[in-house]
């Protein structure tokens, strides 16, 4: 029977990127499920989650910069909580993800970690896993 993890992480600055990926292997590695699918959710209106290069801090600097310069923080909306470009950067990425298991591990391509992207911080976040037999 498949049984949802919740991890939490906290969260430094407005806008940040933090890999996740061991977080998701421990939690499918706990689940017990050797092949089947995980999917990860992000249960915020202001972070989401994301596949990215994991090795090159560069590439996760100009996503947050270039989100950043398409959703201005300052870009007159009519939201009042001062998050609206948050909660647009949030639906752009997006809540969640869905991997294949193969072996107890998630299926990434070479370069790729799986991050969670914080856009409202800094916060404490909440990260659900559920693996899935398959």
């Not at 061991?22 to 995980?38: H, N, T």
């Not at 998050?83 to 998630?106: C, M, Q, W």
Request: charged share 20%; with cysteine; hydrophobic share 35%.
């Amino acid at each position: 029977m498949a049984r949802t993890q919740v991890f939490d992480v906290k969260t430094t600055t407005r806008n940040e990127m933090i890999d996740i990926t061991r977080l998701v292997r421990d939690a499918i590695r706990a689940s017990g499920v050797a092949d089947g699918i995980v999917c990860v959710y992000c249960p915020h209106t202001t972070a989401g989650i994301t596949l990215q290069e994991n090795t090159n801090p560069s590439v996760k600097r100009d996503l947050m910069t270039h989100l950043g310069v398409m959703v201005p923080k300052d870009g007159g909306y009519s939201h009042s909580e001062d998050n609206t470009d948050a909660h647009i950067k949030s639906s752009v990425v997006g809540a969640s993800i869905t991997l294949i298991v193969e072996g107890g591990r998630p299926l990434f391509g070479h370069w790729q970690a799986m991050f969670l992207c914080e856009f409202d911080g800094p916060r404490s976040r909440h990260v659900h896993v559920r693996a899935v037999p398959g």
